[in-house]
């Protein structure tokens, strides 16, 4: 467990999500591919266009995959304040009494362009935590990253290659290239996402309801994942450094 420098409050430590998979036995078409060696990389994977239904797949292909905490929770405290948690905890009044239900928004990735987001719920903690994990290991996508900054050059894959947005409700994120060496100047989860993408410097600029850690996280990954849908010329890609 480590500490929130700026509070000193211990904060939930990253998480190694990635199991063995010599025991697996594949139940798609697309896992069994895989197993067998038909498909030796994730990049062939997404190629193929088909839907993932086995993380076991991601597991594969990424046996260091790590994982992180969006902060989604609020604590009720003194005066209406309170400590930001890892999970939501809500309850439902029904006839025998409150119904419990957590829910956890848990971001991998494997810090070299690859990126996952999802979100799971249950009665207790640890399904939903698994749940979670389960979804953002099937959302894994791949992103672009470059040097986009006018102020670098330097044309290697540090940053993002161009000016990035996403939205997600009512909640919209703009991702913007920073030289080398800036950091990520951004909201702490956006930060966390953006780490475990593999970018190291970039800006960021927000509107709408920034509160809701959900809508922000999804506003990101949205868009990092808009990054693929860009055709970016092959003169750019080698000035920039996009990979």
Same mark, same amino acid.
């Given at each position: ?19 063995? &998979?010599?025991?697996?036995? *594949?139940? &798609?078409?697309? @896992? ?39 902060? /989604?929770?609020?604590?009720? @405290? #003194? %005066? ?9 905890? &809500?309850?439902?009044?029904? +006839? ?5 239900? %957590?829910?956890?928004? /848990?971001?991998? @990735? ?56 996403? #939205?997600?409700?009512?909640? #919209? ?10 950091? /990520?100047?951004?909201? +702490?989860?956006?930060? #966390? ?16 309801? &920034? ?9 990101? %990954? ?6 693929? +849908? /860009?055709?970016? *010329?092959?003169? %750019? ?7």
């Amino acid at each position: 467990m480590r500490r929130d420098k700026k509070r000193g409050r211990p904060e939930e430590s990253v998480l190694e999500v990635s199991k063995s &998979t010599e025991q697996w036995i *594949p139940k &798609t078409r697309l @896992g069994k591919d895989v197993k067998e060696g038909k498909i030796t990389s994730f990049d062939e994977v997404i190629l193929t266009g088909k839907k993932i239904m086995e993380p076991e797949i991601i597991d594969y292909f990424f046996p260091a995959l790590e994982a992180d905490y969006i902060m /989604i929770g609020q604590a009720k @405290g #003194k %005066f209406g304040g309170g400590q930001r948690r890892v999970y939501k905890h &809500t309850q439902k009044k029904i +006839r025998e009494g409150s119904r419990m239900k %957590f829910s956890y928004l /848990i971001v991998v @990735g494997d810090k070299n362009g690859y990126i996952g987001l999802g979100k799971g719920s249950s009665r207790d903690s640890y399904p939903a935590k698994e749940k979670a994990i389960k979804a953002a290991k099937l959302s894994l996508t791949k992103i672009l990253r470059g040097c986009g900054s006018w102020e670098c050059g330097c044309a290697q894959a540090h940053s993002v290659p161009l000016e990035l947005t996403g #939205k997600a409700g009512s909640t #919209k994120i703009k991702l913007m290239p920073a030289p080398k060496g800036t950091g /990520i100047i951004t909201q +702490r989860d956006v930060k #966390k996402i953006l780490r475990l993408a593999g970018i190291r410097d970039a800006w960021s600029q927000t509107w709408g309801e &920034t509160r809701s850690g959900i809508n922000l996280a999804y506003a990101t %990954f949205d868009a990092l994942t808009n990054s693929s +849908r /860009i055709n970016i *010329p092959a003169e %750019f890609r080698e000035k920039w450094g996009v990979k």
